[in-house]
């Protein structure tokens, strides 16, 4: 007996439709109905669109469609992803999937200008906190004691004259 797949296949070589032809008849992707002709069903994600795209190629080239969806439930049991009912729920959830949900639940025109303003809090205190730090720095607090030794002869009670004594012309 052949498969679903000859089957549609012969029944549009029996009409001499080519695949584009069927692909604008049913209304059906060309690279789907390619994957239908193959037999490959891995290319459709649920089996409830094999069934639909099964039943209206076979409606198109003049075939029995109840003895069609039969035969095509009788190959989909055989392979072990599409045998049994889709999944309802999806994949497990991570951290990061359940993070986006929580930010795509925010009320963005609140949430942007108070974050906003909280930043710009944020800076101001640490700028004032800054200028207060620079305003009690002393850059000779880390320079060593022997640093600040003057020279025993200079009292520093008079000025050092210059050492070029040639008047000033005007």
Do not use: C
Request: charged letters at 25%; hydrophobic letters at 40%.
């Amino acid at each position: 007996m052949p498969t679903v797949s000859e089957q549609l296949r012969q029944g549009r070589e029996a009409k001499n439709y080519t695949v584009h032809q069927i692909a604008e008849i049913t209304k059906i992707k060309t690279e789907h109905v390619r994957a239908l002709e193959n037999g490959n069903f891995e290319v459709f994600t649920a089996p409830i669109y094999i069934r639909g795209f099964v039943r209206s190629y076979g409606n198109a080239v003049g075939l029995d469609s109840q003895a069609l969806i039969r035969d095509l439930e009788a190959e989909l049991a055989l392979t072990e992803n599409l045998s049994g009912p889709p999944r309802l729920s999806g994949p497990k959830r991570g951290p990061l999937d359940k993070v986006m949900y929580f930010l795509s639940q925010l009320n963005w025109r609140v949430v942007l200008p108070l974050s906003a303003i909280t930043v710009i809090a944020l800076i101001a205190i640490w700028g004032y906190r800054e200028a207060e730090r620079r305003k009690a720095y002393d850059p000779a607090a880390e320079l060593g004691p022997g640093l600040y030794k003057t020279d025993p002869d200079i009292t520093g009670e008079t000025l050092p004259i210059p050492t070029n004594t040639a008047p000033a012309s005007r």
